[in-house]
């Protein structure tokens, strides 16, 4: 089951803040969090476990709400290297590795 | 540089044909995951190879196979291809299943 992002886009000014959310239908063990720029391949941002505390990167941080079954990733102060598109990927069994399903993605656009 | 590497980088091809993209994961990484982005799709997990062993199997068409070799290369064999089976095609690699997964550069695949 595809996990779902919101918004589907987002068009910020630099030094804004905008909060992206990936919400599963089912138990997760971990989420996983993307930047894809275009024409590029996939680059990680961070991973939160399930019971695990929320991460930090540069600027963008990320939670995981375990009863909503639901990660939200903030980007805070953004600046205009932030732009691409955010993908998280999601893992139901820790048994079953890294069978990662991602969401549809998140665009967004930092403008100066 | 994520340490995976990929090749071909771009692959031109007609439909019904056959190719095979190889993917070198990062040293000392056991594990690759294999991963098909389309527009229409989006980022889809292929299949999941651990040490020679397969693990894991997700939205793979059986004209498509895959494995992994002793010195822990991988190469994903495409058959019979349809101009449906254009995409990005990535590789990643990781040390173990809790681990971050590092994406390679991409081969792009156009089947004319």
């Known amino acids: 089951q595809q996990p779902v992002q919101s918004p589907q886009a987002v068009i910020l000014r630099e030094g804004e803040d905008a909060v992206i959310n990936c919400s599963s239908s089912k138990a997760l063990y971990s989420v996983h969090w993307y930047r894809q720029k275009h024409g590029e391949a996939p680059v990680f941002l961070m991973i939160?476990?399930?019971?695990?505390e929320q991460k930090g990167h540069e600027k963008i941080s990320a939670s995981f709400n375990e009863k909503k079954q639901q990660s939200s990733l903030y980007l805070t102060a953004s600046q205009l290297s932030y732009s691409g598109t955010y993908f998280c990927g999601t893992d139901l069994l820790k048994a079953a590795g890294n069978k990662l399903t991602f969401g549809g993605g998140t665009r967004v656009l930092v403008k100066p | 540089d994520s340490g995976v590497t990929q090749t071909p980088k771009h692959l031109i091809t007609a439909t019904g044909q056959r190719v095979t993209l190889r993917c070198s994961p990062r040293?000392?990484?056991?594990?690759v995951y294999w991963y098909q982005q389309s527009l229409d799709q989006g980022l889809q997990f292929l299949i999941h190879?651990?040490?020679?062993?397969?693990?894991a199997k997700g939205n793979i068409l059986e004209r498509f196979s895959a494995q992994q070799f002793p010195d822990l290369h991988s190469e994903l064999n495409l058959s019979s291809l349809e101009l449906g089976d254009s995409a990005l095609y990535f590789c990643?690699?990781?040390?173990?299943?809790?681990?971050?997964?590092?994406f390679g550069p991409g081969t792009r695949l156009t089947v004319l």
């Open positions: 990643a690699s990781t040390r173990d299943s809790t681990d971050t997964q590092y």
């Open positions: 190879y651990y040490n020679g062993e397969e693990r």
């Open positions: 939160l476990l399930k019971g695990g």
């Open positions: 040293s000392g990484d056991l594990s």
